[in-house]
């Protein structure tokens, strides 16, 4: 399988700042129609995960042009600017090129 | 609005087998892929199959496949998924998510598991 490496584990931030989430696959997700199927997803404490970036870059419906996801072949990053409260909790990586899909361990975005 | 509801917490003994449901409204199960998600306590997320309710056909992840079975029952636009031979480590938060647009675009709001003698 697929390993997704994330780090790092925790990033505590400050209201307002930037955050930047690395996430690392052992092997390239590229697939072999050219697209590259690596989401990121949001769950805050108590609910379920939720969509926020699809391949790589494209921001889900209804998720605020703070997240951005950038990346290629290996290495992917999901950055947020100035971070609001709704922003914190845990947040996954997860690749869907080569199967099974597999999600990164994941990032706690917390207050500084 | 589409909404998957899932119910509550399942109690389950060692040895013995729960199902659980995922009920999809305001969209049709027929038109999409259903996929099935887990949670153990304080951990990550991991994959377990996903059924195409169209067609009963079913994939699983390597280590669910004599663990995890996928249904679909399109009359009630509602999918399951049965857990066997239950053991400790089965516990567990399970969620059902479907592709609406794109993969895993919309999510139950998770079913609790405990696996306890």
């Known amino acids: 399988d697929v390993v997704m490496t994330q780090t790092p584990v925790s990033l505590p931030v400050s209201l307002g700042g930037q955050a930047s989430i690395s996430c690392r696959s052992s092997q390239s997700l590229v697939h072999s129609n050219g697209n590259t199927y690596l989401h990121w997803y949001l769950q805050k404490p108590g609910q379920s995960p939720q969509l926020l970036i699809y391949?790589?870059?494209n921001r889900f419906s209804g998720v605020p042009d703070r997240f951005s996801g950038s990346g290629s072949g290996t290495d992917f990053t999901l950055k947020i600017s100035r971070v609001e409260p709704e922003d914190l909790g845990d947040y996954y990586c997860?690749?869907?090129?080569?199967?099974?899909?597999?999600f990164g361990a994941g990032t706690k975005l917390e207050l500084k | 609005e589409v909404q998957l509801q899932q119910y509550g917490a399942e109690l389950g003994k060692p040895g013995t087998s729960v199902k659980l449901s995922c009920k999809v409204s305001g969209y049709n199960i027929r038109s999409t892929y259903m996929h099935w998600v887990n949670q153990r306590p304080g951990k990550g997320l991991e994959w377990i199959g996903r059924i195409d309710p169209a067609n009963g056909n079913t994939i699983y992840a390597e280590k669910f496949k004599s663990k995890a079975t996928l249904t679909a029952d399109t009359s009630s636009n509602t999918a399951y998924m049965q857990l066997s031979q239950l053991k400790s480590d089965d516990t567990a938060i399970y969620f059902c998510?479907?592709?609406?647009?794109?993969?895993?675009?919309?999510w139950g709001q998770g079913a609790s598991v405990t696996v306890s003698s």
């Open positions: 998510a479907m592709d609406l647009m794109v993969l895993m675009d919309a």
């Open positions: 391949r790589v870059s």
């Open positions: 997860l690749q869907s090129t080569h199967f099974p899909p597999t």
